[in-house]
C-alpha cells in the first residue's frame, strides 16, 4: 500500500510538472521563437529552480536566452577564448559518483585574478567548464559533483548560477582553511536551501570515508586516496 502511494504521488507530481512544462513552453516561445529549439528537461530545470512558478520560471529562462545569444554567439567557449586560466591548471573532471553523476575537482589554491583576460575571461571560463560538465553527462542524469579542495587558499583567490540551474547534485569542500571559514560565516545566509542541502563540508580525517558514501574508490581521485589521476578539464 505504501509503494502504491508513493507511486501515485509521483506521478501526481510528474503529471503536474508536464503541465506547467506546457504551459511554460507556450509563454516562452510567443516571446522568444528560438525557444522552441530547447527541450523539456530544460525548462524543467528551470521550474524547478523556482519551484514551479511559470511566470518567475519563464522570465529566468528568456533572461538566460538572451545572455547565451550574447555571451556565447558562436554556441560554446573555444579553448582559444580562456588561455590564461586554462594556464592555471586548477580545472579537472574524471570519474561518475555512485549516481552516475560526472565528478569535477576544483584546486582553489591555484586560482588567481586573472590580470592579462580580467573578469570576462574568468566568465566565459566557467561557462566552459560548465558546458564541458553537462555535455559529459550520460541519459537521464542532469547534475554534477563536485570537490572543491581550498587547501592553500586566501583572500587573493577570491573573485551565473542562475544561467546553470538544478545543475548542481553535491559540493563536497575539501581542506577548508580558517579564512575561508570566517567568510563563509558572512555568505552562508544569503544561500538558498536547496543549495545549502547540497554542501558538504569534509573533514580531513574523514575525508576518504566520507567520499565512498557517494563516490566508489575507481572514482575517486588519486589525490584523496582513489584511484583516478587527475585529469585537465579542457583534455577531458
Known amino acids: 500500500m505504501m509503494m502504491m502511494s508513493c507511486e501515485y504521488m509521483k506521478s501526481n507530481i510528474d503529471e503536474k510538472e508536464e503541465t506547467k512544462i506546457r504551459l511554460m513552453r507556450a509563454l516562452v516561445e510567443k516571446q522568444d521563437p528560438s525557444s522552441k529549439e530547447?527541450?523539456?528537461?530544460?525548462?524543467?530545470?528551470?521550474?524547478?529552480?523556482?519551484?514551479?512558478?511559470?511566470?518567475?520560471?519563464?522570465?529566468?529562462?528568456?533572461?538566460?536566452?538572451?545572455?547565451?545569444?550574447?555571451?556565447?554567439?558562436?554556441?560554446s567557449i573555444s579553448l582559444s577564448e580562456v588561455p590564461n586560466e586554462l594556464s592555471?591548471?586548477?580545472?579537472?573532471?574524471?570519474?561518475?559518483?555512485?549516481?552516475?553523476?560526472?565528478?569535477?575537482?576544483?584546486?582553489?589554491?591555484?586560482?588567481?585574478?586573472?590580470?592579462?583576460?580580467?573578469?570576462?575571461?574568468?566568465?566565459?571560463?566557467?561557462?566552459?567548464i560548465l558546458d564541458k560538465i553537462c555535455s559529459r553527462m550520460p541519459p537521464g542524469q542532469e547534475k554534477f559533483v563536485v570537490i572543491g579542495d581550498l587547501k592553500g587558499w586566501g583572500y587573493s583567490n577570491s573573485d551565473l548560477r542562475d544561467?546553470?540551474?538544478?545543475?548542481?547534485?553535491?559540493?563536497?569542500?575539501?581542506?577548508?582553511?580558517?579564512?575561508?571559514?570566517?567568510?563563509?560565516?558572512?555568505?552562508?545566509?544569503?544561500?538558498?536551501?536547496?543549495?545549502?542541502?547540497?554542501?558538504?563540508?569534509?573533514?580531513?580525517?574523514?575525508?576518504?570515508?566520507?567520499?565512498?558514501?557517494e563516490i566508489d574508490e575507481s572514482q575517486i581521485p588519486e589525490i584523496y586516496g582513489g584511484q583516478l589521476p587527475l585529469v585537465p578539464i579542457q583534455e577531458t
Open 38 to 75: 530547447v527541450d523539456d528537461p530544460t525548462l524543467r530545470r528551470f521550474l524547478r529552480a523556482r519551484d514551479l512558478d511559470v511566470e518567475k520560471a519563464s522570465g529566468m529562462f528568456l533572461k538566460y536566452l538572451k545572455w547565451r545569444q550574447t555571451f556565447v554567439p558562436n554556441g
Open 163 to 213: 544561467y546553470y540551474p538544478e545543475r548542481l547534485g553535491k559540493l563536497f569542500i575539501v581542506h577548508a582553511p580558517y579564512i575561508f571559514m570566517t567568510v563563509w560565516k558572512i555568505v552562508y545566509p544569503f544561500i538558498d536551501n536547496n543549495t545549502k542541502k547540497k554542501i558538504v563540508f569534509v573533514q580531513d580525517k574523514k575525508l576518504k570515508s566520507t567520499l565512498l558514501e
Open 88 to 128: 592555471q591548471n586548477k580545472m579537472f573532471m574524471q570519474g561518475f559518483d555512485k549516481k552516475g553523476r560526472p565528478i569535477a575537482t576544483v584546486l582553489g589554491a591555484r586560482h588567481f585574478q586573472n590580470k592579462l583576460g580580467g573578469l570576462e575571461e574568468f566568465k566565459r571560463f566557467v561557462v566552459y
